[in-house]
């Protein structure tokens, strides 16, 4: 079984090789020196806003790193299976080098032939558009082309309720790539205040086989069942926020960023966050020191 070091250094080594050939950025402060409009790095790519703007940045144009981050817009989430607060981000950016559909292939292939993930297992959504941008086409294509190459005919979906509901596998499901809105398939690091960037997003999720919270409501991968477990996120940064609406910018930015710990659960085949061994030391030394059993009590959770 990989550990949460191995795979820390394989996304790196993946990145800062070729044809990619990253440069890797150091990790920044939690607290963001110089910038008032965030109390917190929430991001990994929260230094790399001058460049994404278009200057030019001193190591390249293709870049990647491991970064700390501490987020609290989903807090009330905190207390589930894998919702953190604080959190290491990998990441990997494009400030015009590269193409999305190159984003989402190697993504795919990240995935699934270093991390080791079953592809029959992957699911990803796209933009689905808007009245002022229209929906993703080239990152539908590029997830078809990234099954492919796995041998699965993946199919978008208008109808995001297509997915393998309860007791059925996503082995050979044929529906596998979905456009959601706003809430969920656009980016933006802060508020719609001039100078913002941010743009449409194309998420991948991992079918955790089994359903945590049953709303009764048939099951997509953007719900709260905790079915599918969402694992990256490439934000096609290409807008900028200027006189009250988003417009398009020359260059055409990748920022990715992926919750380290929610990749280590689904590599070492954790149901939840905890139970990787990113946390399961610290939990084995409480349960020694204070006599109780981890999860002698759902209810308390
Ligand atoms: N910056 C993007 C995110 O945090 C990748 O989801």
């Not at 795919?108 to 297992?121: A, I, N, S, T």
């Not at 969920?184 to 359903?211: A, H, K």
Request: contains cysteine; charged residues 25%.
């Amino acid at each position: 079984m990989k550990t949460s070091d191995e795979i820390r250094n394989e996304f790196l080594k993946f990145w800062t090789s070729s044809p990619r050939n990253a440069k890797i950025i150091p990790n920044v402060s939690l607290v963001p020196n110089n910038d008032p409009t965030l109390l917190f790095v929430n991001s990994g790519m929260f230094p790399l806003v001058p460049y994404l703007a278009g200057q030019p940045h001193p190591l390249g144009k293709r870049l990647c790193n491991v970064q700390r981050c501490l987020r609290t817009n989903d807090i009330e989430d905190v207390g589930d299976y894998n919702h953190l607060t604080f959190f290491e981000m990998i990441g990997n950016w494009s400030l015009g080098a590269f193409s999305k559909t190159e984003q989402i292939l190697w993504k795919m292939e990240l995935y699934v032939e270093k991390f080791g993930l079953d592809p029959q297992r992957i699911f990803a959504s796209v933009w689905g558009g808007d009245d002022n941008i229209p929906r993703d086409d080239e990152a539908i294509d590029a997830w078809i082309k990234a099954f492919k190459k796995y041998g699965i005919e993946a199919k978008f979906s208008e109808d995001i309720t297509n997915v393998p509901q309860q007791g059925e596998s996503s082995q050979n499901w044929q529906f596998r790539i979905f456009p959601y809105g706003k809430k969920d398939n656009w980016w933006q690091r802060g508020p719609e205040v001039n100078g913002e960037l941010g743009g449409p997003c194309s998420e991948i999720f991992y079918d955790m086989q089994t359903v945590l919270n049953d709303t009764g409501e048939k099951l997509h991968i953007n719900d709260d069942s905790g079915r599918y477990l969402e694992i990256g996120n490439s934000v096609f940064m290409e807008y900028r926020f200027e006189d009250g609406k988003w417009k398009p910018m020359e260059q055409k930015n990748i920022d990715y960023g992926g919750g380290l710990d929610r990749i280590v659960a689904t590599v070492q085949n954790k149901r939840s966050v905890y139970e990787t061994d990113l946390f399961i030391d610290y939990i084995n030394a409480i349960e020694n020191i204070s006599g109780h059993k981890y999860d002698h009590n759902e209810e308390q959770k």
